[in-house]
Nanobody, 115 residues
């Protein structure tokens, strides 16, 4: 059973914004490095952004300057602020650690960007 619950997806027009949330059930959330992933139709799941703790973040090139990863440890919640969305951002978005176990994935949240 997944340890993470993602929410906040939806349908937006190109150029729009969405804020995704991921709530973790693990009590050790505050010390975990966390990442956002996405899987587009017919493609493999890819890592999008990571919060490696101590303020260190990483992004794939295609989302740099548009997406921002952040977290609220008191709420055990990870966020992904997505701006200037493009149709290529359409995917199911998931959160997990940078080294996910196969049985730890949540259901994800669908993001659809129309042109």
């Amino acid at each position: 059973q997944g340890q993470f619950v993602e929410s906040g997806g939806g349908v937006v027009q190109a150029g729009g914004s969405l804020r995704l949330s991921c709530t973790a059930s693990r009590s050790a959330f505050s010390i975990l490095a966390m990442s956002w992933y996405r899987q587009a139709p017919g493609k493999q799941r890819e890592l999008v952004a990571s919060d490696l703790s101590q303020g260190v973040t990483r992004y794939i090139e295609s989302v740099k300057g548009r997406f921002t990863i952040s977290r609220d440890n008191a709420k055990r919640t990870l966020y992904l602020e997505m701006n200037k969305l493009k149709p290529d951002d359409t995917a199911v978005y998931y959160c997990n650690t940078p080294t996910p176990r196969p049985d730890s994935w949540g259901q994800g949240t669908q993001v659809t960007v129309s042109s």
